[in-house]
């Protein structure tokens, strides 16, 4: 009688992400925490569980710049498996957060022996390669008005997988201004005007309304190849 082929193991995507294991740990961060600065080593990539996470880059000139507001199922620290020797940003946690941290070869690893896994990480980076170019012709293109509306709908999750999460916290007006390339005071102008249209409701908290969508979706500029 011949014998039965050995069952294959399926691959448990949520358990990987989800749970401790070789070159895999999960650390909580408090709020204004680093997770890695500029400059660290970069031997890793990082995922969240829970909570909000700034992405901050500092020039020579000591002037610092927001480059991303992560959340929750995202990745980041990606760099590393480029063959980036240093960290190009500082990750910091905005509220207190979950993480897990993937050691290189435990990435590497899972690409080759897991399909799913693979799939996910390969999604997740062209999702950020297209929110680079989107980011890039909104600087180039949109008003300083319609790229502040639109960073808020990223900021409240709006047209990603799931509910949009409408409550935006610790989400100061200069980090705004630095995230679109504007000032503080124009920040303060557009935000009071979208709160008389009925856009948003703020008072120390920013609440995201459905209808800031037609702002950015009216008139969008049209590029000519």
Known sequence: MASKAPRKVEFDLHDFLGKVGSGRTIATYRARQPIFAQGDAADSVFFIQKGRVKVTVISEHGK????AILSKNEFFGEGSMAGQKRRMATATAMTECEVMRIEKHA???????????A??????????????????VDQLFNSSEKRLARCLLLLANFGKEGLPEPII?????????EMIGTTRSRVSFFMNRFRKLGLISYNGKIEVHSSLLNLVLHEQPQIKI
Not at 64 to 67: D, F, G, R
Not at 169 to 177: D, F, I, R
């Open 169 to 177: 916290a610790n989400v100061s007006q200069e980090m705004l201004a």
């Open 119 to 136: 799939d996910i990480f390969v999604k997740h980076l062209l999702s950020r390669t297209l929110r680079v170019e989107e980011d890039l």
């Open 107 to 117: 990435v590497v690893h899972a690409l080759h022996s897991a399909p799913s896994f």
């Open 64 to 67: 610092e710049a927001v480059v």
